[in-house]
């Protein structure tokens, strides 16, 4: 076994992988141990799932046009109904394959 064979491992890539999302995550704690938790600060932190949600969903709904408007609409519409994500992703790809099958 060489050592381009054992970088070109798959089981390599995972286990970096793994260690650079372990090693953002504990430097994420470590770094917001230094900050004070201001109240500006707090109502930045509860805010930012929903702008990553924003930021990730919106450029896919654009790309997927109007069927990927439409299961995004109808993805949230089933979380507003039943507040169950697996649920919510389910109703939204049905709805999607749906509208592209229509002609959509």
Not at 36 to 53: D, F, K, N, S, W
């Amino acid at each position: 076994m060489t050592l381009n064979d054992v970088f070109a491992s798959p089981m390599t890539a995972i286990i970096a992988m793994a260690l650079a999302a372990a090693l953002t995550r504990w430097t994420g704690f470590w770094l917001m141990g230094h900050v004070p938790v201001t109240v500006r600060v707090r109502r930045m932190l509860e805010t930012l799932p929903g702008a990553i949600v924003v930021a990730t969903v919106a450029p896919l709904a654009i790309k997927g046009g109007l069927p990927g408007m439409i299961g995004i609409g109808a993805a949230f519409a089933a979380m507003l109904w039943r507040r169950n994500e697996f649920l919510a992703v389910a109703v939204g790809l049905v709805t999607i394959a749906m509208a592209r099958q229509f002609g959509l």
